[in-house]
Structure formats: C-alpha cells, structure tokens
C-alpha cells in the first residue's frame, strides 16, 4: 500500500500540474511581470516537452530498471517545481516548467509499469482502478481550467458583437489578456485568435500589472486607424518582441465602416516568425477587433480563410439605450 500512494502521489503530480499553472495565470502577470505571450509559454511548455519525451522515458525505465527511473523522475520534478516555485523572472519559470516536463516523461510512465509488476488479482485491479482515478481527475482540472470548446454557430461574444463560428475553436481561459477573449485552433503557443468586444473610451488594451513599470496601452474612441493599430503594436511588443505592418486598409467589419491590416511579429522569447491579420471597428464610441496570429510557416496559411470568414459574419448590436 505504501508503495502505490507513492507511485499515485507521482502521477497526481504530473497529472494536475497544468491545471496548478491556470490558476497561478494571473499571479505571473502580476508578480513576475510576465508577458501574455510568456505565461501562455509557461502553460504549454510542461506539455510540449512531456510529449516529446515520454517515448523516451518510457524505454529508459527499461534501461535504469523502473524503480530507479521512477525515483529519478520523481526526485527531478520536485526540485525543479522548487525552482519555480523561487523563480525570480518568467523565463526561469519557464525553464523550470520545461524540466518539470521531462521529469514528469521520466516518471509517469513506469507509474503503470510497476502497478502491472507489483501487483496481481484483484490489488492489481483495486490500484489500477486507483490510478485511472487519478489521471482522469487530472485531466479534468487541467481541461476544465485552461480551455472550453466553442460549439459551431451563432455566438455573442460580449454584450454586443455577434459571429458565426465554423471549425473546432478552443475558448482560452487567460485573463491576463482582458479584454479580449483568447480562443485557439491549434494550441498555445501556435496560435491565438484575440476577439475585443465593446473596449470603452480609455479602457486598457491587455492593462499591465500594479506597480509594473511598463507602458500601458488604451483605447480612445477618437483614434484613426492608424493609431488603433499603434495601439496593438504596442500591446504585443510590450515583451520585447519586434511588429511589423505590412498592409493597412479600409474594411468593413461588424456591418460598419472599419479597417483590416496584415502584420508580422517575431517574438521575443522563441524567435519564432508570426503572421498576422486584424479588423476592427469603432461603434458608438467602444471599439470591437479580432487579431489572429500564427507561425508564418505553416500554420497562418492553414487557419487564415477560416478567421476572415468569421470576420465577415461579425455584426456589433446597437448599444443598449441608456448604456
């Protein structure tokens, strides 16, 4: 029995460890000063690297001998959620959360192993039973908090834009990117489709934490086109990353007169090359826009036509009276 708390203590660790960062999300923000492309980074690294190591953990339990490659596991993730826990900066969090991630590929796969090995008759059904227990409550809280799917349809996102949504979108859970509401098609990192609905005269583009010392970026509802998309420039380059616009032209958007413009941004903290496309309109003084961003190579061309069809379904609401 002591053996299998241990063993299942191990896998609720490695299980519940993406559900554990959702919730610290917004103390990044607040207390690293973290960019909303480095928490995203820091939410999806553990698993990118989990992924592409668990092959590789699972046959060096064949190797090591699975209680040793067990303990190695093990021993490993605890030390580096410590440095995490201690991180003094976002790219130390995220360095961490890459080893918590090869760790966890370390242990979890001789978790199951050793149950088959150590176990028979009905224990050995009683700790399995224990162990899918465990990774389902594990994914749970790691879906349940980070991401909702976004049913095909119809759908209002605030109180007054209206869409249509056609393919398999993800609803993001980040709210240090309010006021947007932050969906994906691929996944963080690859791609975020941001949607402001109703940001009022001086309200914050993405605000930044109290007490940080970096700029803040709001919305007037007297800005030209140009310094709308300044505005967004200067919320997505706030981490260092560098912007580029590469077209700016008049558009309808929302059944409005309103503007689309094309951009490039290589983000600081993995160099990777992103292509953009936005569209946004002013309607009784409160903006509403939708920025979708994607590595250039790949994935922008794959997703591009879906996001400019949703575009053209947009239709803003006529603000409530009295509002």
């Known amino acids: 029995m002591p053996l299998l708390l241990i063993l299942l203590a191990g896998q609720a660790m490695a299980s519940m460890d993406g559900s554990i960062m959702a919730v610290a999300a917004p103390s990044l923000h607040a207390d690293l000063h973290a960019s909303g492309a480095q928490v995203q980074l820091t939410l999806a690294i553990y698993l990118i690297v989990f992924a592409a190591l668990v092959i590789i953990g699972a046959r060096l339990g064949d190797v090591l001998g699975r209680r ?9 993730f605890t030390l580096a959620s410590m440095a995490g826990g201690l991180a003094p900066s976002a790219a130390v969090l995220i360095l961490a959360r890459a080893v918590q991630g090869a760790a966890a590929a370390l242990m979890t796969p ?67 990117l309010a006021p947007a509401q932050a969906w994906t098609m ?40 140009d310094e709308i998309v300044t505005m967004f420039e200067g919320a997505l380059t706030r981490d260092g990353s560098t912007f580029k616009l590469a077209k700016l032209e008049p558009s309808a958007f929302g059944g409005a007169k309103g503007l689309r413009f094309e951009y490039a941004v290589i983000r600081k903290i993995d160099n990777v090359q992103l292509s953009g496309v936005g569209f946004a309109t002013v309607s009784d003084g409160e903006l509403f826009a939708m920025l979708y961003s994607a590595p250039r190579l790949g994935f922008f061309a794959r997703h591009q036509q879906r996001v400019e069809e949703i575009a053209k379904t947009a239709k803003v609401r006529a603000k409530p009276s009295g509002g």
Not at 68 to 76: E, K, L, S, W
């Open 186 to 225: 691929e996944g963080l990192p690859i791609d975020q489709l941001l949607i402001y609905s109703g940001v009022k005269d001086g309200e914050a583009i993405h605000p930044v934490a109290r007490g940080s010392s970096a700029k803040s970026f709001n919305f007037r509802s007297n800005m030209q086109p």
């Open 68 to 76: 040793r490659a067990f303990v190695y596991g093990i021993a490993a």
């Open 110 to 176: 001789q978790v199951l192993a050793m149950i088959q090995i150590q176990f028979t008759g009905e224990a050995r059904a009683r700790a399995i039973g224990a162990y899918s227990l465990i990774l389902a409550v594990g994914v749970a809280g790691c879906a349940t908090r980070q991401m909702a799917k976004v049913e095909p349809g119809e759908r209002l996102v605030g109180e007054r834009l209206e869409i249509k949504v056609d393919g398999p979108w993800n609803q993001l859970d980040a709210t240090v």
